[in-house]
């Protein structure tokens, strides 16, 4: 079975930075593509980023290209999530995610393995 575990989160203020990692288990890590999605309170679930098995591919919301740069160590069955010029409208909980096949997926319907999550709040 599927395990992903997130850790990073926390307080920072606006212009401030943060690194979210998310530790995988359970299939061999380095044949999926990975993501990364969050939610606000009162908001529906959105997606953030998206990364190809080998790490070449990458795929952003709009509203954090230039911001935030998703990365994986395949050596460490690891996803990461740098946020950087973080804005109080980043404030949500950030969920790391595992489509069941190899292909990257921006749809939040494509993701079958879920993270319990980490939240990243961000002071004005």
């Known amino acids: 079975q599927v395990q992903l575990v997130e850790s990073g989160g926390g307080l920072v203020q606006a212009g401030g930075s943060l690194r979210l990692s998310c530790a995988a288990s359970?299939?061999?890590?380095?044949?999926?593509?990975m993501g990364w999605f969050r939610q606000a309170p009162g908001k529906e679930r959105e997606f953030v980023a998206a990364?190809?098995?080998?790490?070449?591919?990458?795929f952003y919301a709009d509203s954090v290209k230039g911001r935030f740069t998703i990365s994986r160590d395949n050596a460490k069955n690891t996803v990461y999530l740098q946020m950087n010029s973080l804005k109080p409208e980043d404030t949500a909980v950030y969920y790391c995610?595992?489509?069941?096949?190899?292909?990257?997926?921006?749809?939040?319907?494509?993701?079958?393995?879920w993270g319990q999550g980490t939240q990243v709040t961000v002071s004005s």
């Open positions: 990364i190809g098995w080998s790490g070449r591919t990458t």
């Open positions: 995610a595992a489509p069941p096949s190899s292909v990257i997926t921006i749809s939040i319907n494509e993701y079958a393995y």
């Open positions: 359970g299939r061999t890590f380095s044949n999926y593509a």
